[in-house]
């Protein structure tokens, strides 16, 4: 009861000494269709859980990238979004947000099917290694994608989406279920729509979504989210099944609330 009330008071002083300015946060959620559609009382919750999440997290800019305020505010208001309603603990594991300028090598070890290890160069625009460990996020790609508008793709979200799949250990593409969910029908929607990827690039076809999904159950989680956030009418459309079970896991309705946006409300 006293550690609930201390952090009460720890976050409202943090409110109150370490505001994101109105400019930055206006600016924010009307630019970015990310935001839209929010009904009053969510975006006041954002705007309270990115102000902690800002303050409380450590953001660094790598390769002479100077980390702005208003960068460091548009990254925490779309973690905040991701787990609106799951509660910003659920991100505590995570203290350190790098930013490059833009996307960056990487170079590590690979074992292969066959239990060889090779080197592996890859340029990413975003990276989480475990639970505990930093995002690395590109900061071109991540701008471009709040002020122009790209359905399907987030770094931020994708990143910060296997932190919540790493909760209950290696990033496998099933974060912690709610109680009131099932694990069996989750897996069964997550893997027909998995395999059913796999299958139209294996013979050449358009994918129904970005075909990294491909790659692993864990970046199927992580691009299905992304989905579910700016393009959750194709999400739906192809994958019903796992726009459902996210929909449940996040807590969040956001086909509804794009069309809602839509009309005007
Ligand atoms: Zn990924």
Redesign the pocket.
Known sequence: MIAKWLEHFRVRRILKRFPIPHETWHHLMTADPLFHGLSAVEKARLREMATVFLHRKYFKGAQGQVVTSEMGAAISAQAALLVLNLGLDTLDGCNDIIVYPSAFRVRREAHDELGLVRQEDNVLA???WSYDGPVVLAWDEAEAELSENHPGHNVVL??FA?KLDMLNGKANGMPPLHAEMNRAVWTQAFSQAFEHLQAQLAHYHNPDINS?AATSP??FF??TTEYFFTAPKRLKQHFPGVYEQLKQYYRQDTLHRAQSADSGF
């Open positions: 975003g990276e989480s994708h990143e296997h990294y864990a970046e992580a691009v």
